[in-house]
């Protein structure tokens, strides 16, 4: 299993995308910024879109990515999964034909080139070898994380949150971890603000690392722009046992 990261930024300028990861060829788990980087050919493997969460720096590519594979996609249909509320927020405020076009109306109501497909915490899509699970936690919108088994390796990726008590269960539930990617937006002396907006700390997330059993590699993402220095200097000081890893765009986990 190949993970590509596309984008791991809590913001934008110049290097820096938002949230997206391609699995192998034709899984994408959100559909930030950094879905802008990939090859025309490289958009027309995409089959299966997991989003996390509604917020626009996991969605905003998702349109116009629909949009210039569309002629694939005659061909063979998108599915986007999402929780209900990330669902609604898609069709209400993005493909309401006045933002977007409705393309799980399009070409026809029948043969759309896109699905809608609600999925909740504790479900597992199976595609090819890969199994993906949803996972709920806790953020300023009904958000999933998705851990991600391919049979023989396993990765989780928290999607956008703050501490919480559902994540690290279903994590410690499995036989191995291999790779974490977790965010870690803000720096401690915004605890408030990111308390507020449903994001770790690096104070909170050492604190939710205890209850992780295993030890995989640990990659930071979402960190906004202009703290990574600060963030990853607090992670090494309240967690010095622990490897952090920054992720960049570009990064390649092979699982
Ligand atoms: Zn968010």
């Excluded at 090859?39 to 990515?65: A, G, K, N, Y």
């Excluded at 890969?130 to 991600?148: E, K, N, Q």
């Excluded at 906004?224 to 963030?231: A, F």
Aim: charged residues 20%; hydrophobic residues 45%; aromatic residues 6%.
């Amino acid at each position: 299993m190949r993970v590509k990261i596309l984008g791991c930024s809590g913001g934008i300028g110049k290097g820096l995308r938002t949230s997206a990861l391609l699995v192998d060829s034709d899984v994408l788990i959100d559909a930030g910024t950094g879905v802008g980087d990939l090859q025309l050919d490289e958009l027309r493997q995409i089959r299966h879109v997991f989003i996390t969460h509604s917020h626009l720096d996991h969605i905003v590519s998702l349109p116009m990515l629909i949009d210039n594979i569309f002629d694939q996609l005659l061909r063979e249909q998108l599915t986007i999964y999402g929780n209900a509320e990330t669902l609604a927020a898609l069709r209400e405020h993005i493909f309401n034909d006045v933002i977007w076009p409705d393309f799980a109306t399009l070409p026809t109501a029948d043969a759309p080139v896109l699905r809608f497909v609600e999925i909740s915490p504790g479900d597992e899509i199976a595609i090819g070898n890969r199994s993906i699970r949803a996972v709920d936690v806790s953020h300023a919108v009904p958000t999933l994380g998705f851990c991600v088994a391919n049979g023989e390796k396993v990765f989780a990726f928290s999607g956008d949150t703050a501490t919480n008590r559902t994540l690290w269960p279903v994590l410690n539930s499995y036989q191995r971890l291999d790779a974490l990617i977790i965010e870690v937006s803000f720096p401690d002396r915004l605890a408030e603000l990111a308390e507020k907006a449903g994001h770790y700390t690096p104070s909170t997330v050492a604190a939710d690392l205890e209850k992780l059993d295993h030890e995989p590699e640990i990659w930071v993402t979402a960190m906004k722009p202009g703290e990574e220095d600060s963030i990853f200097a607090e992670l090494q000081q309240v967690l010095p046992n622990r490897a952090f890893n920054i992720l960049q765009s570009g990064t390649v986990l092979e699982l």
